[in-house]
T-cell receptor, first 114, second 111 residues
Framework: KAGVTQTPRYLIKTRGQQVTLSCSPI?????VSWYQQTPGQGLQFLFE???????NKGNFPGRFSGRQFSNSRSEMNVSTLELGDSALYLC?????????????FGSGTQLSVL | DAKTTQPPSMDCAEGRAANLPCNHS???????VYWYRQIHSQGPQYIIH???NNETNEMASLIITEDRKSSTLILPHATLRDTAVYYC????????????FGKGTMLLVSP
C-alpha cells in the first residue's frame, strides 16, 4: 500500500508569490491534516479536512488555506508569501477521526521563501 | 489536550534498550498516549499508542503506569537508525484527528 505522497518535495519561491502544495493520502483514508514545522516553533497544526469539509483549523493567518477533493486528495495554498513561511509542510492522513486511529505522515514539502 | 513533559535529550548505546519517559499527569480517562518519531527532515513516523494497557508491536513497547500519569517507550535493542526525535502525544477524544506536538526527546544512539 502506498504511503502519503506529498508534491513537490522542494520548492523555492520569492516573497509575495503564492504556492500550492499537494497531498495524496493513503488509499481509503478520508481525513487529511496539514502541519507546519520550523526550527523555532516546531510542529504546528494548520488545518484538517474530512470528507471535503474543513473540520478544524490552527492559529494561522488567512493567507493559509486548503481544500480537499472528493477523492480525499488535498491541497494547501499560501498566498503573499513571507520569509517566515519558509518551513517543512507536512501532510498526514487517517481513515477517520476516532481517537485510536493512527495518523500517517508524508515526507513533506520543504518550502524556501527568498 | 493534556500536556506532556519529556527530557530534551537522551543517549543510548547501540544494542541496548532505550527507555524514553513521558509525563502526562493531567491526562483524562478517554485520552490515548501516542508515540511518534521524526528523523531529520522527514515526516513523523507512528510508533505505538495505548489507552490503559501496555502495548507491544514490532517496533517498540509502551508501558503506561496504573494511574496513567506517565508512560515509557521502550526500544528493546536500539540501533543507529533509531537516532531521532521522539514525541509523546496525548490525544483527546475531540472529534478531530489533530495531534499537538511538544518538543520531544532527541535520542542519540551511539556505537
Amino acid at each position: 500500500k502506498a504511503g502519503v505522497t506529498q508534491t513537490p518535495r522542494y520548492l523555492i519561491k520569492t516573497r509575495g508569490q503564492q504556492v500550492t502544495l499537494s497531498c495524496s493520502p493513503i488509499s481509503g483514508h478520508r481525513s487529511v491534516s496539514w502541519y507546519q514545522q520550523t526550527p523555532g516553533q516546531g510542529l504546528q497544526f494548520l488545518f484538517e479536512y474530512f470528507s471535503e469539509t474543513q473540520r478544524n483549523k490552527g492559529n494561522f493567518p488567512g493567507r493559509f488555506s486548503g481544500r480537499q477533493f472528493s477523492n480525499s486528495r488535498s491541497e494547501m495554498n499560501v498566498s503573499t508569501l513571507e520569509l517566515g513561511d519558509s518551513a517543512l509542510y507536512l501532510c498526514a492522513s487517517s481513515v477517520g477521526l476516532a481517537t485510536n486511529e493512527k495518523l500517517f505522515f508524508g515526507s513533506g514539502t520543504q518550502l524556501s521563501v527568498l | 489536550d493534556a500536556k506532556t513533559t519529556q527530557p530534551p535529550s537522551m543517549d543510548c548505546a547501540e544494542g541496548r534498550a532505550a527507555n524514553l519517559p513521558c509525563n502526562h499527569s493531567t491526562i483524562s480517562g478517554n485520552e490515548y498516549v501516542y508515540w511518534y518519531r521524526q528523523i531529520h527532515s522527514q515526516g513523523p513516523q507512528y510508533i505505538i499508542h495505548g489507552l490503559k494497557n501496555n502495548e507491544t508491536n514490532e517496533m517498540a513497547s509502551l508501558i503506561i503506569t496504573e494511574d496513567r500519569k506517565s508512560s515509557t517507550l521502550i526500544l528493546p535493542h536500539a540501533t543507529l537508525r533509531d537516532t531521532a526525535v521522539y514525541y509523546c502525544i496525548v490525544r483527546v477524544d475531540s472529534g478531530y484527528s489533530t495531534l499537538t506536538f511538544g518538543k520531544g526527546t532527541m535520542l542519540l544512539v551511539s556505537p
